[in-house]
Structures are given as structure tokens and as C-alpha cells.
């Protein structure tokens, strides 16, 4: 009986997890409304070194628009980062600020290539209001190849109205001994 209740509680757990984000799986139904495809410009900043005050170090070294890979269109953002050795925070943020009226937004999608052989942990936030509140939607591991992320921001409604932050952040743990990069195009938003 104890091994049944513990087997339907990780059941559980597992299946709640993945009602609220996903990765590679169904696009939500609902219209959906392109927020950046990076065919415009880029509005994208990476945290560096100076971020230290508001806490550790970042390793992110770059934002910038791409031609390398795209999922849709000509352009993607690609998003560089230094080594990643053993005494490195292995943490880097690229954000966007602006003040957005997300209102109605019950998801947000992204579609992210990793050129590595290597898996990076990554994390979407928005804040929102004037005071910044930070809203975690979801953490998910990105091996190599093309992948689609789905977050469910409805969790977050009642800020929607005001987020001035959306922020991409990578928190792994594995050692990586060169720069490398990420790209991320085509974020949309399922109303």
C-alpha cells in the first residue's frame, strides 16, 4: 500500500508539472500573437560582470541577432557565454526591458536551438510592477538540437498587465571548457 501511494504521489507530481510548462510537446490551443521574432532589431541585453548587484557574477557574454539558425525568418538571438569551469557561477541572464500589457497571455512559447553537447538548465522570468516582482515560470533542462518550450503564464495574471522584464536564465552545474551559445527565436504568446 505504502509503495502505491508513494508510485501515485510521483505520478501526480509528474503529470502537474507537466500541465504547466513542456518541452517539445502540443502548442497550446488559443490565438497566438508573435511578441519578438528578432526580424525588427534586438532589444536584448545579457547580464555581465556588473550584475554582481543583485547577486553572483554572470557568465553571459553576449546578445546578439543571428543568422546562424532561425526557427522562423532570418534571425534569431543568439546568446553567448564564457567557460564554464569548476569554480564558475555556471549562471547567465539575457533580458528584455520594456513595459509590456501581457493581459489575456495564458502562455508563452519559445523556440530555443543548442548547437552543445551539452545540457543547460534554463529558467523564463518575468517581473512585473514597479516593484520587479520576480516570477519564476518554469525550469526545464535544453539538451542539444531544436526544441519548442511551452510556460504557463496565467499563474501569473493578476501582474500581466505590467511586466517590465522578461528574462532568459541559464543555471547549470555541468563544467564546459570553451565560450558557447545558445539561440532562442520565435517567442509568442497563446491568448
Not at 502505491?4 to 502548442?27: R, T, Y
Amino acid at each position: 500500500m505504502k509503495k502505491l501511494v508513494i508510485f501515485l504521489s510521483i505520478l501526480m507530481l509528474s503529470f502537474s508539472s507537466f500541465g504547466f510548462a513542456q518541452v517539445d510537446g502540443k502548442i497550446p490551443d488559443g490565438a497566438s500573437l508573435l511578441f519578438d521574432g528578432f526580424e525588427k532589431g534586438n532589444y536584448w541585453i545579457w547580464a555581465g560582470f556588473d550584475w554582481d548587484q543583485y547577486g553572483s557574477v554572470k557568465i553571459s557574454t553576449g546578445a546578439d541577432l543571428s543568422n546562424e539558425w532561425a526557427s522562423e525568418g532570418a534571425y534569431s538571438l543568439k546568446m553567448s557565454m564564457d567557460v564554464m569551469d569548476k569554480d564558475s557561477t555556471k549562471s547567465a541572464i539575457w533580458f528584455y526591458d520594456g513595459t509590456n500589457d501581457l493581459s489575456g497571455a495564458k502562455y508563452m512559447t519559445m523556440d530555443f536551438y543548442n548547437p552543445e553537447n551539452y545540457v543547460y538548465t534554463i529558467t523564463v522570468v518575468i517581473q512585473a510592477t514597479n516593484s520587479w516582482k520576480w516570477c519564476s515560470l518554469q525550469t526545464y533542462d535544453l539538451p542539444r538540437g531544436k526544441h519548442t518550450m511551452v510556460f504557463d503564464v496565467s499563474k501569473y495574471a493578476d501582474y500581466l498587465h505590467d511586466v517590465r522584464r522578461i528574462a532568459i536564465y541559464n543555471n547549470s552545474k555541468q563544467v564546459l571548457m570553451h565560450e558557447s551559445h545558445i539561440y532562442v527565436d520565435n517567442i509568442r504568446l497563446i491568448r
